[in-house]
């Protein structure tokens, strides 16, 4: 049973670009958390969706990034615009159930660096 | 301010010795997980406890969750080189800046073995 799988591992952008991080939760796990986790700082709750549906985003920047969860396919965080504030691990977690019933699994993680 | 503060920042410890981890709280926890991320990789997870006073064992590793419930404390009996890395508490405190569906997290206790 294939853990949640992020990609790309490593993602290098330049400012101005879009970068796209891909995550495909767990076998039977409909809900799905993006965290950020910025040098210094923990790790910090983004957004959390379930299939097809957002359903608290109170973590995300109001501008430039944005996330969905399609009814096929992986989920994907979106930054337009990148800067380079926005160079940071981007972990993605997958659980059965809402986060406060069970544990989260969480990916490898992705690290955006923007030059 | 820190929802969760984890102490030490940082430890080192010498192969064999114990030692302990906490995390505190300024709000009731209504779910407490331990995570351990070994560096550039994922979160694994650890222990999760839910009641005041729980304590939960794996290996040589123990967590408990105190009384009222603002506190929870990791023990590392006879430590290893495996068990170096980042040790994250992440809680449900009801809400995650303004939703109820995302951990908090602290910021890490960084973990150092010495041979």
């Known amino acids: 049973n294939a853990g949640v799988m992020q990609n790309p591992r490593h993602l290098v952008r330049r400012r101005g670009q879009e970068a796209r991080l891909r995550c495909s939760p767990m076998k039977g796990h409909s809900h799905v958390y993006w965290y950020r986790q910025l040098p210094e700082e923990g790790l910090k709750f983004m957004v959390y969706l379930q299939k097809e549906n957002i359903i608290d985003e109170s973590g995300m920047p109001k501008e430039r990034f944005s996330a969905e969860f399609p009814k096929e396919g992986p989920s994907i965080l979106r930054i337009q615009q990148v800067v380079r504030g926005d160079s940071a691990a981007y972990f993605c977690a997958s659980s059965p159930q809402r986060v406060n019933t069970g544990e989260l699994f969480f990916g490898e993680g992705s690290r955006l660096t923007v030059l | ?115």
């Open chain 2, 1 to 115: 301010s820190q929802e969760l503060e984890q102490s030490p920042q940082s430890l080192i410890v010498q192969e064999g010795k114990n030692l302990t981890i906490n995390c505190t709280s300024s709000k009731t926890l209504y779910g407490l997980y331990w995570y351990k991320q070994k560096y550039g990789e994922g979160l694994i997870f650890l222990m999760m406890l839910q009641k005041g006073g729980e304590e939960k064992s794996h290996e040589k590793i123990t967590a408990k969750l105190d009384e009222k419930k603002q506190q929870s404390s990791l023990h590392i009996t006879a430590s290893q080189p495996s068990h170096a890395g980042i040790y994250l508490c992440g809680a449900d405190i009801g809400y995650s800046g303004g939703g109820a569906d995302g951990l908090t997290f602290g910021k890490g206790t960084h973990l150092i073995i010495q041979p």
